[in-house]
């Protein structure tokens, strides 16, 4: 059974300052998606990552993935407040659907 | 980026009526998905769709039906609705296989 667990749950940081998230998943995938949620709304894609070592970057947020340690990385630089959000890794299986992670809910302060 | 559109936005209720939640997309995507969140929650797939005619229940179990008897509408139905099925209910829909999920706005049921 796959499982996707995130890690913080729950991030408060000040803003200027550089975070990473961190997913990890339990069996193999060559699949990964990060979307934001921001309260009460639904959820925005952000990366989609295909392959073993792909990055990519928009903005402020920078998203890895490696398949062979089963962790995918979303890492934050210089955050702001626009940041603020809940973000969800899913991981893809059965070529077609996603297991969702558990959400870490960032807080990004002045 | 798809187009995918859910009514009602927010719905509060009665015990034992039934409810339809209505779910649509403009691409002409093949792949639609169910999903349900609590607040805070992660997400859970109660049900999905491969095209025109081809329904399946996701990881979760849940009360509701879906039908897909359109490739842009894909409704869920709750036939006697309960405080247990409080929650949000998220379309979403895909292009292919490998494709990302575009969501709707999604549905805040309020069974009382």
């Known amino acids: 059974e796959l499982k996707v667990e995130q890690n913080p749950l729950f991030l408060s940081m000040q803003e200027g300052k550089n975070y990473t998230i961190y997913c990890n998943y339990s069996?193999?995938?060559?699949?990964l998606y990060w979307y934001r949620q921001d309260p009460g709304k639904s959820l925005e894609s952000l990366f989609v990552?295909?392959?073993?070592?792909a990055v990519k970057q928009e903005g402020r947020l920078m998203a890895s993935l490696d398949t062979k340690a089963r962790l995918s990385t979303l890492h934050i630089t210089a955050a702001v407040h626009d940041l603020s959000a809940t973000y969800f890794c899913a991981v893809g299986y059965n070529t077609d659907k996603l297991i969702f992670g558990t959400g870490t809910r960032l807080q990004v302060f002045p | 980026e798809a187009d995918i559109y859910q009514t009602p936005r927010y719905l509060v209720i009665g015990t034992g009526k039934k409810i339809t939640l209505e779910c649509s997309q403009t691409?002409?995507?093949?792949?639609m998905y169910w999903y349900q969140q609590d607040p805070g929650m992660e997400l859970h797939l109660i049900h999905y769709?491969?095209?025109?005619?081809?329904?399946e229940k996701g990881d979760l179990s849940s009360e509701s039906t879906v039908s897909r008897i359109r490739t842009e509408h894909f409704p869920l139905t709750l036939e006697s609705a309960r405080p247990s099925h409080t929650s949000q209910y998220l379309c979403?829909?895909?292009?292919?296989?490998?494709?990302?999920?575009?969501f709707g706005e999604g549905s805040r049921l309020t069974v009382l």
């Open positions: 990552l295909l392959s073993n070592g």
């Open positions: 069996t193999t995938s060559d699949r």
């Open positions: 691409m002409g995507h093949d792949k």
């Open positions: 979403a829909s895909s292009e292919s296989a490998a494709g990302e999920l575009f």
């Open positions: 769709s491969y095209g025109v005619n081809s329904t």
